[in-house]
């Protein structure tokens, strides 16, 4: 079984590394944030963000590889809009783990349940 | 509006950040659904994912900053167990972001939607 698990991580698509990366940091997240209310110039990103254009593009490159943004150069001005990459798979990866935290948290709370109604048993017994 | 923005990033809580950071990586992904399912010494997770202790230790610790695990030693043993962080904020902003896309995307679906019949129009009169 753990070799299993072991192939499983090996075979994980790097997508998930890429885009969850992408989502680690604030800046990122507030791009993508204000792309997906309306597209973007990177000049103008970097203006709202107060950051270098050089800082900005770097930010945008990191989003632009994990699909979460695309951008268009017409004459002068680079373009930045919301990508395909709809982070089902994160959404989905993030929901399987709370449902397992829960089940091992919830278990953990029927145990101390019964200790202490085992308690309360064992004291009123004395 | 964008000086609100800029605020929001910037009073925006690092938790999202490490968390993001955490999960980008595929080896500690496995090791949080593995200890989901039960604890786990990090002797045994290092051999699982056929990787070094030094190496394991350095995941562990990644995972643990982030508050997704916490680590116990027991006389030489260290056991990494799930930690009390569920993920929920990160969930949240998965949520967001994929209503924004879909009313981003829905829109340019009517646009163009709009455009092919504006079309079929012109060209059945002519």
């Known amino acids: 079984m753990w070799y ?3 192939q499983m991580v090996k075979r994980a698509p790097a997508g998930l590394d890429s885009s969850f990366n992408a989502l680690a940091d604030a ?12 597209d973007a110039s990177i000049t103008d990103l970097a203006n709202r963000f107060q950051m270098t254009l050089a800082g ?8 632009e590889q994990a699909g979460l943004v695309t951008t268009e150069k ?8 919301l990508g395909l990459h709809r982070l089902e798979e994160e959404a989905a990866w993030l929901k399987r783990h709370r449902l397992l935290w829960e089940a091992r948290f919830g278990e953990l709370d029927r145990i101390v349940e019964a200790l202490k109604q085992k308690e309360n048993i064992n004291g009123s017994k004395k």
């Open 56 to 63: 900005m593009m770097k930010h945008v490159g990191v989003l």
């Open 74 to 81: 017409v004459g002068r001005v680079r373009t930045c809009k």
């Open 4 to 6: 299993t698990l072991y």
């Open 27 to 38: 800046t990122r997240r507030g791009v993508l944030e204000q792309v997906g209310r309306s």
